[in-house]
């Protein structure tokens, strides 16, 4: 059994126990707390200098079809650190379109490392637009990418593929807050600056996805 299908496992008998069924937000940090466990327990983690330095963190779950130019889209969720440890979950959706040859692709996991706290709540604020290049082959392969040119770069982007892709793609993807979920989560009352800065009701099962990027 994989790690993420146990991960998945378990957090699905957590919500089933509790008698309470799972919500949009709940899902997502399911999702989430798998994609982080295959990244760092793969034969290339995301270095622990590269989460100890992070001003933020987004991890998305991004779906593609076609072939040929094709589109994309997915979703995830973005956490700001604090002083006292990291923001509430704030659902993220992303949309983005990839040129290349794609041939059978299923989708990508991507971990997007913000080196900068501006970063970050201008991608909240604002969204932000990033361009990945990355190869893929069948079963998977984790790698990393510059979002920008800096030295350091403001971004490192993370990405593991699923499927088969043919040869290298460069693709552009635009980060966006998710309005709908993050009011359906914490209702209309907390803004997302709030969030981000700890306020709001806290998620069960963050703490794992926490706990990992702490390097626990």
């Not at 989430?32 to 200098?49: G, H, V, W």
């Amino acid at each position: 059994m994989t790690t993420r299908l146990l991960t998945l496992v378990l957090a699905t008998l957590t919500i089933v126990a509790g008698g309470c069924g799972g919500t949009a937000m709940s899902t997502r940090i399911m999702k989430s707390t798998a994609i982080l466990e295959e990244f760092q327990t793969s034969a290339k983690p995301i270095p622990a200098a590269t989460l100890e330095k992070a001003a933020g963190v987004a991890i998305l779950t991004e779906i593609t079809a076609g072939i040929g130019i094709g589109g994309s889209g997915g979703e995830g969720i973005l956490i700001r650190r604090l002083n006292n440890g990291w923001s509430q979950p704030v659902a993220v959706s992303i949309g983005s379109g990839t040129l290349g040859v794609q041939l059978g692709a299923k989708g990508g996991e991507m971990v997007v490392i913000f080196n900068t706290d501006a970063g970050v709540m201008r991608a909240a604020s604002e969204g932000m637009a990033m361009v990945a290049t990355a190869s893929g082959t069948a079963g998977g392969s984790t790698g990393s990418t510059s979002a920008m040119s800096a030295t350091p770069p403001a971004t490192e982007i993370f990405s593991r593929s699923q499927g088969l892709f043919g040869g290298a793609f460069v693709g552009g993807f635009n980060i966006q807050v998710d309005s709908k979920v993050n009011g359906e989560t914490y209702g209309t009352i907390f803004t997302t600056l709030d969030l981000l800065e700890g306020r709001g009701t806290p998620q069960a099962g963050m703490m794992r996805i926490e706990r990992m990027l702490d390097g626990k």
